[in-house]
């Protein structure tokens, strides 16, 4: 019995071993191997082991050249590993930390990335769907990360791209206020309706929703039979879009 326990203990302690080895393995890295190894699994597209050493990286060299550059990277890694939330998290600690340095640009233009994707699974991503379906949260989040970033840094060679992002990101907002306004029509909520389509007049103007949002406000508004302000709506309508169907579609609305 007692040379069974010895063993037994002797196995414990060769396994515990093991396991400390595995976990500290990289533990004698100077903090150039360690940036080295964690670039090469980031530019192979580990990026879950990529994150994994950036995270040792930055909790045993947090300052000098490799910490930054670190972190700037993991903030990336995390993105790539769709951690939305941990990316814009090591974003805004580098934007804090470094303020100054050459690439904080790149922070902020990621936090737009971070939010411009996130919640976009494989069927998203690689199917036609909608966008103006999803939960408008992050679009808008992302709206206002690529303006601040292109307020802050104008000349940026991540501007253009950041501008590019916030006019199809500005109509998918006016996208989902008149899908959000469609539905209260067929729900018969007038009132509702109205006040989303409006929104989206004063709110996106320019934008290719107008045009909807002007035949909701004009169905609407005819049938509560408030027809003055059904005709202005008309109006607007066919200056700015005289061959929208939307104008025939008002005129044939029977009021009982």
Known sequence: MSRVIILICILLCAGCSYFQDK???TQDWTAERLYAEARGQLDSGNYTKAVELYEKLEGRFPFG???QQALLDLAYAYFKNDEPDASISAANRFIKLYPQNAHVDYAYYL???ANFNRGKGFTER???IDAAQRDPDSA???FQDFSEMARLFPDSQYADDARLRMVFLRNQLADHEVNVASYYMRRGAFIAAINRAK???EKYPRTPAIPEALVIMAKAYKVMEMNDLSDDAIRVLEINYPNHPGIYEV??????
């Open 199 to 201: 929104y989206v007049v």
């Open 140 to 142: 808008l989040k992302a």
């Open 65 to 67: 050249v490799y910490g």
């Open 23 to 25: 976990e500290d393995y």
């Open 251 to 256: 005129r044939e609305i029977v009021v009982r």
């Open 111 to 113: 936090k737009g990335l």
């Open 126 to 128: 690689y199917l036609p």
